[in-house]
């Protein structure tokens, strides 16, 4: 309704907008430039990762003299192709990293233990295994290099 009384043309109402027809469900809305932390990617290790060490036979391929990137991907997953080209291309420009990818599918006993619940999703280790940096869903190039700079020591 509108201040005389009338209802609202149904265009005049809605998200865009900001007002909400007359018994309807509110609106519930992300503040402007704010993204959800499975979306903006890379995110600090917390409780459940802290101090956990994968080695070669988890991951099944020699971990990088300097740093490792774990790429979680399944076969329907479209976002993990492009991961991969991202995790393969910086492994590239930095020496000493490596990038293994693991098919969720083929081995969930893994998957449960780090508790990985949707992909891609992506662990980085440094010389020792230790997992420094996760994150779900396609991280950006420049996010991957960051994660790196906590992993690789000089």
Do not use: W, Y
Request: with cysteine; aromatic share 2%.
């Amino acid at each position: 309704m509108n201040v005389r009384g009338r209802a609202l043309h149904p265009s005049r109402t809605g998200p865009r907008t900001g007002l909400v027809a007359r018994g309807a469900a509110p609106v519930r809305r992300a503040r402007p430039g704010v993204r959800p932390p499975a979306v903006t990617g890379g995110r600090r290790v917390r409780g459940q990762d802290v101090g956990r060490r994968l080695g070669a036979a988890e991951v099944g391929a020699e971990l990088g003299e300097r740093a490792t990137l774990v790429q979680f991907s399944s076969a329907f997953c479209q976002p993990c192709r492009a991961t991969r080209r991202t995790l393969a291309e910086v492994a590239g420009m930095v020496d000493g990293v490596a990038h293994v990818e693991i098919d969720a599918e083929a081995h969930l006993d893994l998957v449960r233990t780090l508790r990985v619940r949707r992909t891609p999703t992506v662990l980085v280790l440094d010389a020792d295994g230790a997992v420094v940096r996760r994150a779900a869903g396609q991280p950006r190039k420049a996010d991957v290099i960051a994660a790196l700079g906590d992993a690789v020591r000089d």
